[in-house]
């Protein structure tokens, strides 16, 4: 209460200006019959002591809070009424009321008294400040901490804007001493109509007033030594909640609680009472940090838990989190009642544009829709059918539109009803992929993980739910740690602030954004393991759910990397020089390829982002930038130094040899001399696939293989290098209308050459047209061969395109390097993308006689990153040509 | 009593905080911090943009020492935070009048 200190030094002062000498407590005597100051004073604190025993020995916190407000009561009203008495003061005029935990028979060990001296008028006021005065001091004198306010009865009805606390704790006023009928006329009379009028101030205010204070405690219950007052999931939700409930009154809206409910709540409140009476003791002050020795206290104690098990502290914790879930849920609701959860701004824009169009819209047939900006579930019995709900987790991935508190509620009934029937109940990684790979993967994984159905899915994570693990840095359990490393990525579409700026083109990019995510989920279950190394707990995790999820052999292979290495980027960055190329080089060496330099890069910054919300602090963000920026380049310049020596190879020669059953000097020849990058990129059975095309060249000298794929298609060419191949097919794809993602071309000692290419489809051709598919390869084969040309096919398609309206204006660069490669030039051009621009690049360079020994292209958004490895006469380029080649691609690209 | 500040490269950290628990030395303050003596930063490209690192990532440790331990500590931490490039860093001393701790309110050495 902001006013309370303000009234206790008036009364001080009013008291010092009477003349009184100061005289100390063991001297001053109560006024008229009571008993003096220096025995009652060991009398309260030996009934404080028996309070306390009683607890120790097993008596309730509902006990133990109604017999410290009894004592209170007790000595209040006597004092009060000694006081009035010595002065000889009428009775009426003047109330004492209790206010907020206090009023509501709350009273906690070491809480303050929040009371109200309720004067009629102005006169009275002035006549009993100075015995208030008095009555005040003696109580602290008796180890009472008294937080008083005054106010007369008509001030009690005018609203203080700027002081809505007041007004929130005057809802749990409860008559204590003094003058009934002044009190009767406050309650019952002057505060219903006011309050009625002031309901909708006193709504935003508290909920302004909640939403501040869970933001402070980063919006979770699940801190590592929680305030059992004041964060999510204490006993401030619970208050917060009671007056919610008290200024909305009787809503049918909010009438679904069950008896169910409501036990659970009650349950909750005791059991968090009994943490913070604990604490009060223990700490001998108002401290309300459940600290790690007071998790071990209470553990011992089996403190407010009757069934006789024992349980280590981290067990005992999973019963705080659940009872402070209860509590935190049953706040939110109310807290939704009038106000939306907050939205980003791209939700923002989505729903005013969907209502523009749709007030509602109903996704999957009648089952669930959009409302607010909010999924609300239509049809509760479909539910029965476990992938409805699955497609409605993955909607709120794809979207970012979240769950309602409403509709988690009615799943929640659905899936802890094991008596209901339930179809369709496994979830595939098919299904779980689509969740993790989209835009909001945490829009889901967490109402999922609330719900108990993360852990349906994946039980692995069973082991690190609600479980604190004592750390001096991380603030957060290991599940809440694990979800949060998600919400930070999905959080880089807007980055929040500076450090996330770098990092977001590369999750904006990011291919398989469903290994790195399954990766986060994952990556620290080991915690909850008994290992030594979390790190091989959470890699067995990972086998288990794997072989259950039926992952690919080279998806399983990537998650394994991630979580294996998820400690080695954050490692270097604190413990090695990383401005030394050897810690680069050796860096550079662990991740071998530049994707998974990218996930391992993103993991990390999750990964200490996560930690607590200092953790990632600018300093650490530049450092794991400069890493990855000097790895990124470290890797794209040694690419043709690396070069794959087949002999050394005897496991990936076998592999591939019980899969294509070929001669083993036959699978030699066709690895000999590509770059060791081929090797990183793709996997042993992927090399099988590349390697069977390679034994069909025999017989039809170019192999093309086409796959569809999450963002478009993926053609994979092999021939024998011939000049001007890499433009050749740039140009029929850019015919065809294909946009290039991204590119890469290697050549074996032999010549052989196998290009990939990674394009979208503008114009939906191919989707939309399977028969295309076959006309698109022979058209490509017809050009490579010579039997077709390429330049009417691209004249038909220029008159028919438009350019691309420019989103970001990127200026051209273009540099090379003759210290990348013992044997060619490295060129890197990075410049606007548009229609044909490789064609152009790669013809430019045809024309300048430039073998293209390696290639590497990628787009990020409109910006074009592209990087050759060029010989001539198979040679570097002199710094002539260079200059001559500069010019061309400048006048080429811009 | 003696005020050692002393600026290390972020790779040394660990080491020279091994180092000094070793000869009994935990007390410390910690401050990530960005700085250049004569090691001048160095431009990186990414993807065509430049990024210029003219102020490099260091690592300040704080603390302050009983005279007789000074020699001592910093014979550690030169020890320990040496790699002979430039970039090594440097230690600063400065006399300190007086230490008290908040809680007891003791003074002098008895309070570091």
């Not at chain 1, 749709?358 to 669930?368: K, L, W």
């Not at chain 2, 014979?75 to 090594?88: C, F, R, V, Y």
Request: glycine share 6%; hydrophobic share 40%; net charge negative.
């Amino acid at each position: 209460m902001r006013n309370a200190a303000k009234v206790r030094s008036e009364f001080v002062s009013t008291a010092a200006r009477s003349g009184l000498p100061p005289q100390p407590p063991h001297a001053r005597k109560m006024p008229g019959p009571a008993k003096p100051l220096n025995v009652l004073a060991p009398e309260v604190e030996a009934e404080r002591q028996r309070i306390r025993a009683n607890f120790d020995s097993g008596s309730s916190a509902k006990q133990t809070l109604h017999a410290l407000c009894e004592l209170a009561d007790n000595i209040l009203g006597l004092i009060f009424g000694d006081v009035m008495k010595i002065h000889e003061a009428p009775e009426e005029g003047l109330a004492l009321l209790a206010l907020g935990g206090y009023g509501r028979r709350m009273l906690f060990p070491y809480s303050d008294l929040d009371i109200l001296f309720l004067f009629e008028n102005e006169k009275t006021e002035t006549e009993f400040r100075p015995f208030i005065s008095e009555f005040s001091r003696t109580m602290w004198d008796l180890g009472f901490r008294v937080s008083s306010a005054g106010r007369t009865i008509d001030e009690c009805k005018r609203i203080e804007e700027d002081n809505a606390e007041f007004h929130l704790a005057l809802l749990d006023r409860r008559f204590l001493s003094g003058d009934q009928e002044l009190f009767d006329k406050l309650d019952k009379r002057i505060l219903p109509p006011s309050e009625k009028q002031s309901r909708s101030f006193l709504f935003s205010q508290l909920h302004r007033l909640t939403k501040e204070r869970l933001a402070r405690y980063g919006n979770t219950i699940f801190h590592l030594e929680p305030n059992v007052k004041e964060a999510p999931g204490g006993l401030r939700d619970y208050q917060a909640a009671f007056w919610l409930r008290q200024i909305l009154g009787d809503r049918p809206d909010l009438r679904g609680s069950t008896a169910a409910d409501e036990g659970m709540a009650a349950d909750a409140v005791e059991f968090q009472s009994a943490i913070r009476c604990l604490l009060h003791y223990g700490n001998a002050r108002n401290d309300n940090t459940l600290s790690y020795e007071m998790q071990e206290e209470a553990a011992r104690r089996s403190l407010a838990v009757r069934d006789g098990i024992e349980r280590s502290a981290a067990e005992w914790m999973r019963l705080y989190f659940r009872h402070a879930r209860t509590l935190n849920r049953q706040l939110l609701r109310y807290l939704d009642q009038k106000m939306a959860q907050p939205v980003s701004l791209r939700e923002r824009l989505v729903n005013v544009a969907r209502s523009v169009t749709r007030p509602e819209q109903q996704v999957s047939g009648a089952h669930f829709a959009v409302r607010a900006g909010q999924f609300e579930i239509l049809d509760q019995p479909a539910l029965a059918d476990r992938s409805i709900i699955y497609s409605l987790f993955t909607e709120a991935a794809r979207s970012g539109t979240m769950l309602s508190r409403d509709a988690e509620r009615i799943i929640n009934y659905v899936v802890s009803h094991s008596e209901l029937p339930a179809r369709n109940q496994v979830m595939s990684w098919e299904v779980l992929k689509e969740i993790v790979a989209a835009d909001y993967p945490g829009m889901a994984l967490r109402p999922m993980h609330r719900l108990g159905i993360l852990m349906e899915i994946l039980p692995e994570l069973r082991a690190i739910d609600s479980l604190v693990v004592r750390d001096f840095y991380h603030r957060y359990t290991v599940d809440e740690h694990s979800l949060r490393t998600i919400e930070h990525l999905q959080a880089l579409a807007e980055p929040p602030d500076a450090r996330g700026t770098q990092f977001a083109p590369i999750w904006k990019m990011q291919e398989r954004r469903d290994l790195l995510i399954f990766a986060l989920l994952l990556h620290d279950t080991g915690k909850g393991m008994p290992v030594e190394n979390h790190v091989q707990g959470s890699l067995t995790a990972l086998t288990s759910a794997a072989s259950r999820l039926e992952l690919a052999p080279e998806e399983e292979a990537e998650v394994r990397f991630l979580i294996e290495h998820h400690l080695d980027m954050s490692a270097t960055v604190q413990r090695r020089d990383i401005f030394d190329p050897g810690t680069v080089s050796a860096f550079a060496a662990t991740v071998g390829t530049l994707e998974r330099l990218q996930r391992l890069c993103l993991l990390t910054y999750a990964d200490i982002h996560a930690v607590n919300p200092e953790a990632l602090t600018p300093w650490k963000a530049e450092m794991l930038w400069q890493l990855f920026v000097a790895t990124a380049n470290h890797l794209s310049r040694s690419l043709d130094r690396d070069r794959l020596h087949a002999s050394d190879e005897s496991s990936l020669l076998e592999q591939i040899q019980s899969a294509a059953d070929a001669p083993k000097t036959e699978i030699e020849r066709f690895l000999e001399g590509f770059p060791r990058r081929y090797l990183a990129m793709h996997s042993p059975p992927q090399i099988a696939a590349h390697f069977s095309l390679y034994r069909k060249l025999g017989s039809a000298p170019i192999q093309t293989e086409l796959k569809a794929e999450r963002h478009g298609f993926s053609l994979t060419l092999l021939t024998a290098d011939r000049p001007r191949l890499f433009s050749t097919i740039a140009g029929v794809l850019a015919a065809w209308g294909m946009n290039i993602i991204k590119a890469d071309a290697f050549a074996n000692a032999a010549g052989v050459v196998l290009d990939t290419f990674h394009f979208a489809d503008l114009h939906r051709t191919l989707e939309l047209n399977p028969s295309e598919v076959e006309r698109f390869q022979k058209s490509l084969i017809e050009v490579l061969s010579g039997k077709a040309a390429l330049e009417p096919l691209l004249h038909s398609r220029e008159s028919a395109s438009r350019a691309r309206p420019l989103k970001v204006a990127i200026s051209s660069a273009v540099s090379f390097d003759d210290t990348a490669s013992a044997h060619s030039t490295l060129l890197e051009i990075v410049t606007q993308d548009r229609a044909g621009l490789l064609y152009d690049i790669g013809s430019a360079l045809a024309r300048l006689d430039c073998n293209i020994e390696v290639a590497l292209i990628d787009t990020e958004g409109q910006k074009a990153i592209d990087v050759f490895y060029l010989t001539s006469r198979g040679k570097k380029l002199e710094p002539q040509k260079q200059e001559v080649l500069r010019e061309v691609l400048q006048g080429t690209i811009s | 009593m003696m005020k050692l500040e002393a600026i290390i490269q972020p790779s040394r950290f660990e080491s020279v905080k091994d180092a000094l628990r070793e000869i009994g030395i935990e007390g410390m303050t910690v401050t990530e911090v960005r700085g250049h003596g004569r090691q001048k930063g160095h431009t990186e490209v990414y993807r065509g943009r430049e990024y210029t690192v003219d102020l490099l990532p260091k690592i300040k440790l704080e603390m302050v020492l009983p005279d007789k331990l000074v020699n001592t500590v910093v014979d550690t931490i030169l020890q320990a935070a040496k790699t002979g490039k430039i970039g090594d860093g440097k230690i600063f001393l400065m006399r300190v009048e007086e230490a008290i701790r908040i809680r007891n309110e003791e003074r002098g050495e008895s309070a570091l």
